[in-house]
């Protein structure tokens, strides 16, 4: 199992940016994929981005491609979640996932971390 840690999340204006990272701890962080997903109030968790366990590959949901950036540090056991130009819409609690199937399926990664909130002003 991997116990993971995000921070990073706050309170910003419409187009600031903002990185949140991800903490991994317990089994070897650098052999499973991790993804960001988020839940807005009153909605379904819904997928972010993802990448594999090399950091060679990332995918987007149309949402946020051309402002988000995933990225992973294996050395330093560290999951990374660029956001720029950040909108009302972007509010949620993002979350930090890893698992051994790459996929946009939230049901597919075993391990979760507890949530970080972001709130983004108009």
């Known amino acids: 199992q991997v116990q993971l840690v995000e921070s990073g999340g706050g309170l910003v204006q419409a187009g600031d940016s903002l990185r949140l990272s991800c903490a991994a701890s317990?089994?070897?962080?650098?052999?499973?994929?991790m993804a960001w997903f988020r839940q807005a109030p009153g909605k379904e968790r819904e997928f972010v981005a993802h990448i594999n366990s090399s950091g060679r590959w990332t995918k987007y949901a149309d949402s946020v491609k051309g402002r988000f950036t995933i990225s992973r540090d294996n050395p330093k056991n560290t999951g990374y979640l660029q956001m720029n130009s950040l909108k009302p819409e972007d509010t949620a609690v993002y979350y930090c996932?890893?698992?051994?199937?790459?996929?946009?399926?939230?049901?597919?990664?075993?391990?979760w971390g507890q949530g970080t909130q972001v709130t983004v002003s108009s």
């Open positions: 996932a890893t698992g051994s199937v790459l996929t946009t399926e939230s049901a597919r990664y075993r391990d």
């Open positions: 317990g089994r070897t962080f650098s052999v499973y994929h």
